[in-house]
């Protein structure tokens, strides 16, 4: 991340924490006053337009959560239940055609 990507980072969360709603302007205020010169306003106004109505506590509490791929991993798990009973038929399927084939005396090595 570049410095001005950190800066705009770091100002979101401090106006998050504050309870604060971000806008260009109050982070442009706090990179100021943190003295850090070469920040473009493009980079606020991104971090504000990205930010606008989200809660920033709750995104920073959910990182790890991988909500979207909870109900794809439920249906994952429930696929894979349901194919064990057809996996383990067909297994069953098999040893009885072998079974049955040396019954016959139809071996290959005989």
């Not at 410095?3 to 705009?8: D, M």
Request: overall charge negative; cysteine-free; charged content about 30%.
């Amino acid at each position: 991340m570049s410095t001005s990507e950190l800066a705009a980072s770091y100002a979101a969360l401090i106006l998050a924490d504050d309870g604060v709603d971000i806008t260009a302007d109050k982070l442009q205020t706090l990179i100021k006053a943190a003295k850090i010169e070469d920040v473009e306003p493009i980079w606020t106004t991104l971090f504000a337009k990205a930010l606008d109505g989200k809660d920033v506590k709750d995104l920073l509490l959910n990182v790890g959560s991988g909500g979207g791929a909870a109900p794809a991993a439920a249906a994952a798990s429930g696929g894979a239940a349901g194919g064990d009973a057809p996996a383990e038929e067909k297994k069953e399927e098999k040893v009885e055609e072998e079974e049955s084939d040396e019954e016959l005396g139809l071996s290959l090595f005989d």
